[in-house]
């Protein structure tokens, strides 16, 4: 039987188990509160501080971009997604600061070519697609690595 990487579940103690299920259940909102927030910082300093309407389409498009993205993936939420093993995942999130960096160099070039509202709404929604592409390909990664680290699970869906 092929040894699967972090098949030892609870060596290191009850510590390194609640800092890694702290960190698994986290790390993609974590990583995504960083893009949100550095998109509308990135925006405020190109173009000065928005209204309060530019404030709610850049939260309302932000939101709505997610729940686009949702409805594709689910086919309209007729289809149960699954998730990746947890040692996938893990290595995935390792890897957000390039999902972050993606998406704040999204936001920058929308302050940069817009100098309108419109630049809140877009700038609401393009890094936040920017940083779902992203981390899903660094999801794909991950499962490569793993698969090639002789993790048999590697592509195995997980009930959510």
Do not use: C
Not at 28 to 43: K, V
Not at 102 to 119: I, K, P, R
């Amino acid at each position: 039987m092929a040894h699967r990487p972090g098949e030892q579940e609870g060596e290191g103690g009850p510590v390194r188990t609640a800092i890694s299920t702290s960190t698994l259940g986290n790390a993609t909102a974590f990583g995504f509160s960083i893009t949100i927030t550095g998109a509308f910082a990135m925006l405020q300093a190109q173009l000065g501080s928005p209204h309060v309407g530019e404030i709610l389409l850049f939260g309302i498009a932000a939101a709505a971009t997610i729940g686009i993205v949702q409805a594709v993936v689910t086919r309209g939420f007729r289809v149960r997604p699954g998730a990746a093993p947890p040692e996938v995942r893990m290595l995935a999130t390792a890897q957000d600061f390039i999902s972050v960096a993606a998406a704040l160099g999204a936001a920058a070039g929308v302050g940069a070519v817009l100098h309108s509202a419109v630049a809140w709404p877009v700038g609401g929604a393009l890094p936040t697609f920017v940083f779902l592409a992203t981390a899903s390909a660094e999801t794909l990664v991950a499962e490569l690595v793993q698969k090639r680290r002789g993790d048999p699970e590697a592509e195995e869906s997980q009930p959510q």
